[in-house]
């Protein structure tokens, strides 16, 4: 009696393994961009830029997690990193640029508020003619804060003084003093000196007939 063999077992279909996840490059680069955006949001000056980066690697980010057979967490992390991050530069800009020209202002009326004292302090100018002359002419002229005052006096016997008190500074940011004496027929000596806040900023002498000096300054600094 013979034997029948068997029929051969039919070729078993093994399912080909799913392929291992990699990490994505992408993603990396996400999570990278992302730290530097979210570090540099919180740098004064260096935020305006900051979400550029946040940016670029939110967008990078995105494209990694739709990327197939790459793992997901890289790519994830770096985008919420780059999100806020973007969030945060935008924000922070605003705060600090309010800041900073809220800084400026108040420095602006501070420095305003000096000039306001400076401006009302007052400064006494003296005009001063001496010599031996017995008939002077002397002729002083005053200009400060826009408004011009001139006097002259005539004959006049030396010494002769006069003293004036002015405001320094003012609308008009600009001042100036003048004396000048001329001597009589009888001659003589003659000499002027012009003091501004109690420094002497002009002097001039002279000898003879008619002789003529003059005193000029500008400015309530004395200088």
Do not use: H, R
Not at 101 to 121: F, G, L, P, R, Y
Not at 174 to 191: E, I, K, Q, R
């Amino acid at each position: 009696m013979s034997t029948i063999p068997p029929p051969p077992a039919p070729d078993q279909q093994y399912a080909a393994p799913a392929p291992e996840k990699s990490g994505s490059g992408l993603g990396i680069a996400a999570l990278i961009l992302g730290i530097l955006a979210l570090i540099g949001a919180f740098i004064p000056f260096l935020n305006y830029g900051a979400w550029v980066l946040g940016l670029i690697g939110l967008i990078l980010g995105i494209v990694a997690l739709v990327q197939k057979n790459k793992k997901k967490g890289t790519a994830l992390t770096g985008t919420i990193l780059s999100g806020v991050a973007i969030v945060l530069s935008i924000i922070l800009s605003i705060v600090y640029t309010a800041a900073f020209a809220s800084a400026v202002n108040d420095s602006i009326k501070e420095q305003i508020k000096k000039d306001d004292v400076v401006a009302s302090q007052p400064v006494e100018v003296v005009y001063e003619v001496t010599g031996t002359s017995t008939d002077s002419n002397i002729t002083y002229s005053t200009y400060s804060d826009g408004a011009s005052k001139s006097e002259t006096a005539s004959a006049q016997a030396l010494p002769w003084t006069k003293s004036i008190t002015v405001k320094k500074g003012g609308t008009f940011d600009f001042s100036s003093f003048s004396v000048v004496a001329t001597a009589g027929m009888d001659g003589g000596d003659l000499a002027c000196k012009l003091t501004v806040a109690g420094k002497v900023v002009a002097e001039q002498s002279a000898t003879g007939q008619y002789a003529v000096v003059s005193c000029l300054a500008t400015g309530t600094d004395g200088e």
